[in-house]
């Protein structure tokens, strides 16, 4: 990941895409799930025509990060490399209606038809 989009940048969220068969879902949440379980980022209710996430944009509805704030927290790690997983899902209802993190991963095993991930390594530095 680029040092921009991470705490010891810009702190702003990376632009992300997904395919269009995802498209044909109903609703589409987000969740990048980095190493350790840290949850960085959940946006949920994404409109199904949404097929990617500017630079510092999104749409949709943020849930709390591991931190307990309402937005996109980048990496921070002051050294090694540290693996970031970028998670979409497809679910086979109309609107989710999860107002945590614990909600939203239990609503999302329980309508999950389909998923994507991308991988992104950052490592940091002391400096």
């Known amino acids: 990941?680029?040092?921009?989009?991470?705490?010891?940048?810009?702190?702003?969220?990376?632009?992300l895409s997904w395919?269009?068969?995802?498209?044909?879902?109903?609703?589409?949440?987000?969740?990048p799930i980095p190493f350790l379980t840290l949850i960085n980022w959940v946006v949920k209710n994404i409109p199904p025509d949404v097929l990617h996430f500017d630079e510092n944009s999104?749409?949709?509805?943020?849930?709390?990060n591991f931190t307990s704030s309402f937005?996109?927290?980048?990496?921070?790690?002051?050294?090694?490399?540290?693996r970031y997983f970028f998670k979409i899902y497809a679910l086979d209802i109309e609107k989710m209606?999860?107002?945590?993190?614990?909600?939203f991963i239990e609503e999302v095993?329980?309508?999950?038809?389909?998923?994507?991930v991308l991988i992104g390594k950052y490592k940091g530095s002391c400096f």
Do not use: C, W
Request: glycine share 8%; net charge positive; aromatic share 8%.
């Open 71 to 82: 937005k996109y927290k980048g990496p921070i790690y002051p050294f090694g490399t540290h």
């Open 1 to 15: 990941m680029p040092k921009k989009y991470t705490a010891q940048g810009v702190n702003i969220s990376p632009p």
């Open 58 to 64: 999104l749409v949709g509805e943020v849930l709390a």
């Open 109 to 116: 095993e329980k309508h999950k038809i389909a998923e994507g």
């Open 97 to 103: 209606e999860s107002s945590t993190r614990k909600e």
């Open 19 to 31: 395919s269009p068969d995802l498209q044909e879902q109903k609703v589409l949440p987000f969740l």
